[in-house]
């Protein structure tokens, strides 16, 4: 008989990218998706332990799946992801109705794990473990975009996060193997493709023969059929000038960086064991704009981080002032068990850390919405990833940077765009909101030439977190 999984996702786009590739080892297994948990006989929760908000809602699922059992006694449930590898039997004990819990590594084993579980009763896996590339390639929903992971793990020890233990310590994949993974992509119409890691901008340093994150976007740039080529997120200190060298030398690599500050304090960055100072950020960011000046900066902020004092906030404030980010995203601290930072008091009031928070996402739609302003009549080359998610009526794309762009569906004669999806075209924009540009095709000006086409899909999950 068919065997159905039912698998919810939380956190970054490397958990989502861990789905996919679960899902085609259960497809191997002769196991089929399905929408909703009650038409499951497995169902698993992909974790994350960044935030606790996310473990809190994952406890609340478990706590609904009590009555689910009941009903149906045969129902397996299991949790993978950071949170199984940060609680491991923590997890079992507190949840009856939790069958399987599996960590970063071991999901690739699904389809074992299952029948072991069948032998064994309620089981843990846990263990990291080396690359086998094979087990890590994923089924993917059909569309423009791909997500490849080509590294695991991070050998930072940032104070305040998880990963380094619910990860690991990095793990690059061979070159060779990634390319042969993006080529097939690209032969099923996946022509944008984006490299993943924790720290992607190390990759290639545990090989131990010179690989580097630069020498494989100029590898991966000759692939025949690849439209775009990005790669998230970066840390301060590895991005090199070789890296830097690449992205302006590369027409295929998108002009955008995500490469998280997390406070423009250098006692706060001292705090936080980040390994960089303030004025290191900014000779990074003179750096990247002296060879790209339309290069995107996308940051991360933790506001709130214990003793951080009004002039340290002021210093961030000043930070975003200064460089004027092309986004970033914004979170008030909050204490992760087994981090170094919960060995300091967690001393910054709530409702302070709310005014902060809110102070640097205004701060930040302000820069965006002046910046989206000055761009009314400019054109844009976006590859357009399919109809939009909020209007069907609208194709979506994104530029060679980042910028969210939409353009009407059907043309002026009545004629249908679809046709566009999958191809890189250059449009005009003509108005904006603090999150989105609104385009329409750049008259006289002919389609990018040589360019495949592809199934129309809607605008992917934002990207991995640092």
């Not at 493709?193 to 976007?217: N, S």
């Not at 709130?304 to 004027?324: I, K, N, Y």
Request: charged share 25%; aromatic share 6%; with cysteine.
């Amino acid at each position: 008989m068919p065997k159905s999984v039912f698998i919810e996702t939380f956190g970054c786009q490397m958990n989502v990218a861990d789905t996919e590739v679960v899902l085609a080892r259960l497809g191997e297994d002769g196991w089929r998706q399905v929408d909703e948990p009650a038409g499951a006989d497995l169902v698993l929760f992909n974790t994350c332990s960044v935030r606790d908000h996310a473990e809190h809602k994952v406890h609340s699922r478990l706590g609904q799946m009590r009555e689910l059992k009941r009903e149906r006694p045969g129902l397996v449930v299991g949790v993978m992801g950071c949170m199984a590898q940060r609680e491991k039997e923590a997890l079992l004990k507190r949840h009856p109705a939790l069958d399987l819990v599996v960590g970063t590594d071991q999901f690739v084993h699904m389809p074992q794990l299952l029948a072991q579980l069948g032998e064994r009763g309620r089981l843990t896996a846990t263990a990291f473990a080396d690359f086998e590339d094979r087990l890590w390639e994923a089924q993917r929903p059909a569309g423009v975009n791909a997500w490849v992971p080509v590294m695991r793990g991070c050998n930072y020890n940032c104070t305040y996060c998880v990963v380094p233990f619910t990860r690991g310590r990095e793990k690059s994949r061979r070159p060779e193997q990634i390319e042969e993974e993006v080529r097939r992509l690209v032969d099923h119409g996946h022509v944008q493709i984006t490299l993943l890691g924790q720290t992607v901008d190390a990759y290639g340093k545990t090989l131990g023969d010179g690989t580097t994150l630069a020498a494989l976007l100029r590898r991966l740039h000759e692939v025949p059929g690849l439209q775009r080529l990005r790669f998230v997120t970066s840390h301060p200190k590895d991005i090199s000038d070789d890296l830097l060298d690449a992205m302006a030398e590369l027409p295929k690599v998108a002009r955008h960086l995500h490469v998280p500050a997390q406070s423009g304090s250098d006692r706060m960055l001292r705090l936080m064991g980040r390994r960089y100072g303030r004025d290191e950020y900014l000779a990074l960011v003179e750096r990247a704009r002296a060879r790209m000046p339309d290069l995107e900066l996308l940051s991360d902020f933790i506001v709130g981080f214990p003793r951080e004092s009004e002039q340290d906030f002021a210093d961030t404030v000043s930070l975003m002032e200064r460089v004027r980010f092309a986004g970033a995203y914004v979170f008030m601290y909050s204490q992760r068990p087994g981090t170094p930072a919960v060995n300091l008091p967690d001393d910054v009031p709530e409702e302070v850390k709310n005014q902060r928070c809110n102070r640097l996402l205004q701060l930040q739609l302000q820069h965006q919405a002046e910046w989206y302003r000055s761009l009314h009549g400019s054109e844009q080359q976006v590859l357009v990833e399919g109809p939009s998610k909020n209007d069907p009526a609208m194709l979506f794309g994104r530029s060679r940077g980042n910028l969210n762009i939409v353009l009407p569906r059907t043309g002026a004669d009545g004629a249908s765009r679809d046709h566009l999806v999958g191809r890189i075209v250059p449009v005009r924009v003509e108005r904006s909101t603090s999150l989105t540009l609104f385009a329409d095709l750049a008259q006289g000006l002919p389609p990018a030439a040589g360019t495949a086409t592809a199934p129309a899909t809607s605008r992917q999950p934002a990207a991995a977190e640092s």
